[in-house]
């Protein structure tokens, strides 16, 4: 076997190992992908076999997107984690035989060898070799491209009547709740609230119930003189590389009890400061009209209730807006509750997160704040600092999560596997039911090990940052080929990881990979009042981006997002799902067809050379 | 005498010159470097020596800024142009005698004598060594002043109350009023024009009247399709290094007819369009309320009437904000003017910019809406691309501006030399009569020759661009000595002559220069609402700037800038006209006073290194 056919078989491989998991948990994987895989095999393309996520319509006119009463049956179910995984039981005597409903899961020792499989791929010579020159060839026709067609496609815009970058959709793909307001926006909102509220009973200070009047005090500063300066919850050089001053840099003015009464869902005020807040940022986004933003809550796993406390909050706040689409995050720091003890071990952390989802889902008339929740929530997200190693490298002989009661921390690719197979699993309960699916959505690749991008590829529907694709080009190249969505903050990456200039997120939008701009957390990185619009604009100035390419990002994001499949039709027209030119409708997206047919052609040609590099045996 | 001794001799009269042509155009000159020049000289400072330009103050509570009741009387003198130069005589019989009255104008010859001596010095070998390792010095002491007093100045900023980036002054130093709208705001305009007005006349095709419908339809749109991209005003990548198509980009649609019609204050509507968009930029800053600009407007020298049209443009539509102050923009296209046989020779350009001019400030009330828009007129810019290069070199050999007939353009120092003397007679008229006076601002050093910058230097309160003082350590040193203030805009650079990341803001910060930001043109650059935040915010993201650097940069726009001295108090404290800590109110800077002193010091060390140089002889 020859180097060319060795690389062909095993991107072959990796493709078919990533469709399989995409299937099963209601991911997406690209049509034109798949069809070239069953060429290979010799099979037909049955379209059929495609999956797609679910997510929830915006209300129709009049409909309140609270209301309870519509909610399905109970199916009296019951759902038990066992090996870390949730299983659904007809009943209590199937579950205590262990007699699960089938539900396909991800086969832990076949994921262990396929994860094997892909390291060994992409340490291997000639794929590294291959997978490096595919992209250099890739960058180099771009700027053919570019150089012979650039007029093209500007002709093209120009003749597109009534829509341009300021008019086509664009969805801040990756946005932290408790960060989505900018700093002044913060310092405006307490100094308001304080004039508003200083009398009222707004915290719990080590027992005794405290006005804000009184915290203010305790705290020896006056609202009047706050400044964004004393305020202090913006990164700045002194956050670069130091993810631990980062996070710091959540509690205004240094003090938690602020965090605590502006930015937690869970207070001795219900979450309300936080509520309005964020009804304030998705006010803004709603008169922009264009923007869209996929914020996320956090759920711990330190306690069962978490999801009971916030779909409370956001049931009777009811924060809703149709330009917000909400996920979870789950911070990794299990580490944390152990020592703590709040926590036995990593299966409860997993049960905690899990196990009301699955319930809810069966039963959703026992908590039909929860369910309505949950129509709303549209993926999960996997948070922390990449940049800390955990030393342990997940295999067949990794402990069951029941079984990992020690101090340290799982891996990343621990927590992911957990993650995705629960998602897997409750997603096809869900879809079962015509209920909306979640899709697995993890920060990735900020820093760290590459390995983390693999188990993302495995995994995951798109991820948030994925800057290490520099460091592997096999895996830059499988992203490439599996069109997988990448939501870049090169803002955010600049003031903690990489420097504005260095970020890769040109270059990768050069070669084809599918990359969205998003902003991390506005109240951290960025200066005015439109986040999303400021990171666009110094993307489109330091890398000099022509409105063709703004408005292919623009289009990206919103495929990478969980608006609707309705919404989706809306903005980029009724073909969107289709691959290629024919999916895009410019009177929509603003993006050159011209654009559009030299990324499917470009795409389909390095498909088409596995295809001949497997026809040689 | 020594390598050491020459430099500082050199650079000892370099600043004498520069102060002597200050103070005779009332323009400014450091009270520092004058204490330290008198010093050398072996004389004392006499404060009175000092001189200031002076700006209107905004009016009063109910005051009309239109009113032209108080215009003073008129003199009776006569103005007449010699050799470029306006001089003022008591009458008509003085003027035929040539006998003018006794206000000092630049002597040519001195002039010449005084620039041949700067070119040699820019040029002298010692003097390029000393002043490039001062340089490296100055910016190697920044950064150890960074490193061992960055969280030093942080917190004296956190100790400040009410007072941060958001609500410190900044002026956007640098701006053209035919640009000073950004594209969505200009596309927006176009769309809300035709739908109340389309049936009403508004240009003239050919002889003949048409309404907007009939001037869209002879362009074959609409402007319901119109979109950021047909409308085609902003700079991209096809504008780098191309000042030509730069120029073509303020045609909306490449279309003039849109030009004259929105963007001109001279047209079939009387520019009534213009001020309408002038004046809802202005309302944005007065709402933004902490942000002024002052906008350019074109006089272009080709026919004696352009400053009554202009003024009349002026009162008619009211165009008065307290945060707008007015400047006066000169093309430097003498050939193309003389190539249509508008102008007989470069004289009478000179007088039909200048002798309107002279008179209303002879006689105010012969021209009343002249003399009102001169009171908020502030100064005059050269414009225009500077790396086209003459060919023509100023000597005493030079044609005078009446003979200078022929078809080529002169040189840039010629321009500039001949527009400094005018300013300077002008200021001591105006100053006599107790009118506001003009400061001399200048494009320069945004491309071209390094001589530019030479003239500037010898001529020019404050520049714009300032680029190519990179080129010269000599030059940029003794901007530095002189603190020079430099309206900066790397994103029009970064459009047009130097990649945002290579661009010298920084350098130039570090070193002590003084440094303001400007967005030049919104309409070409800009993405966002607030074009000047933009740019701050870019700025601030690219080159990692502290709040101290960015309220620095603020404080030198507010100094920089035309503000009156009545609110330039308001805005820097009392005392703003002290140099060193002592002239900054951080209540309302919000600059560190260690970053004050630290400025303060380095300069003083500067100044006296150039006093001891010059005691060994």
Redesign the interface.
């Given at each position: 076997m020859d180097d060319f056919e060795l690389s062909c078989r095993g991107l072959y491989r990796a493709m078919t190992i990533r469709e399989k998991y995409m299937r099963l948990a209601y991911q997406r994987f690209p049509r034109t992908a798949s069809q070239y895989l069953r060429d290979i095999e010799g099979e037909s393309f049955k379209p059929e076999d495609q999956v797609q996520p679910v997510f929830t319509s915006p209300p129709k006119n009049g409909e309140d997107p609270f209301d309870t009463a519509d909610l399905p049956k109970n199916l009296g179910y019951v759902a038990r984690m066992k090996d870390g995984l949730i299983y659904v039981y007809n009943d209590g005597a199937a579950a205590d035989k262990h007699q699960p409903k089938d539900l396909p899961c991800p086969d832990y020792n076949t994921f262990i060898d396929d994860m094997n499989f892909l390291i060994a791929l992409i340490a291997q010579g000639p794929t590294k070799t291959y997978t490096h020159r595919r992209l250099k060839f890739l960058m180099s026709k771009f700027n053919v491209h570019e150089m012979l067609n650039?007029m093209e496609e500007?002709k093209e815009?120009?003749?597109?009547?009534?829509?341009?970058?300021?008019?086509c959709r664009k969805v801040d793909t990756h946005i932290h709740a408790a960060a989505c307001m900018n700093q002044?926006h913060l310092l405006r909102f307490i100094k308001k609230s304080y004039r508003v509220d200083a009398d009222r009973v707004v915290h719990n200070l080590k027992g005794k119930e405290v006005t804000m009047k009184e915290l203010f005090e305790s705290l020896h500063l006056h609202p009047?003189?706050?400044?964004?300066?004393?305020l202090?919850v913006h990164a700045?050089?002194q956050t670069f590389q130091r993810f631990d001053k980062f996070n710091a840099k959540y509690n205004p003015v240094g003090a938690s009890e602020l965090r605590d009464l502006y930015l937690k869902t869970e207070n001795h005020i219900g979450g309300e400061y936080f509520a309005t807040i964020i009804k304030e940022v998705a006010s803004d986004l709603e008169d922009a009209k264009y923007q869209y933003a996929e914020p996320r809550l956090s759920i711990y796993g330190c306690n069962p209730s978490e999801w009971i406390k916030l779909s409370s909050w956001f049931n009777k706040n009811r924060v809703f807006s149709p330009n917000l689409k909400w996920m979870i995050q789950v911070p990794r720091i299990y580490d944390i509750f152990k020592a703590r003890n709040f926590v036995p071990h990593f299966g409860k952390m997993l049960e905690n997160i899990f196990l009301p989802v699955f319930q809810a889902t069966i039963d959703p008339q026992s908590n039909p704040e929860l369910s309505i929740f949950l129509k709303h929530v549209t993926g999960f997200d996997s948070v922390d600092d990449e940049s800390k190693h955990s030393g342990h490298m997940f295999s067949t002989k990794s402990p069951k999560p029941e079984e990992w009661d020690i101090a340290k921390n799982p891996s990343y690719t621990y927590y992911i596997y957990y993650m995705y197979a629960n998602i897997a699993v409750l997603n096809q309960l869900r879809r079962q039911r015509g209920m909306n699916t979640f899709t697995f959505r993890p920060h990735c690749g900020e820093a760290g090990a590459v390995t983390h991008l693999l188990a993302a590829f495995m995994t995951a529907d798109n991820i948030s940052h994925g800057l290490n694709l520099k460091k592997s080009p096999v895996l830059q190249y499988l992203y490439f080929l599996a069109q997988i969505p990448i939501a870049m903050s090169p803002?955010s990456n600049?003031s903690l990881f990489l420097e504005?200039?260095k970020n890769p997120l040109l270059e990768f939008h050069k070669k084809g990979l599918v990359v969205s701009l998003s902003t991390d957390d506005p109240m951290q990185f960025?200066?005015?009042?439109?986040p999303l619009?400021?990171e666009?604009?110094?993307a489109?100035?330091?890398f000099?981006l022509?409105?063709c390419d703004m408005c292919e990002i623009s289009r990206s994001s919103v495929i990478q997002s969980a608006l609707s499949h309705e919404e989706k039709v809306h903005f980029l027209g009724q073909d969107y799902l289709k691959e290629g030119p024919e999916g895009n409708d410019i009177r929509k997206t603003?993006v050159a067809q011209i654009r559009m047919a030299y990324r499917y052609e470009t795409l389909c040609y390095e498909l088409n050379l596995i295809k001949e590099g497997l026809k040689t045996e």
């Open positions: 650039e500007m815009l120009k003749m597109n009547p009534h829509r341009d970058f300021y008019n002044k009047y003189d706050l400044t964004v300066d004393s202090d700045g050089r803002l600049n504005y200039a960025h200066y005015t009042k439109e619009m400021e666009y604009a110094i489109a100035q330091v000099k022509s409105t603003n």
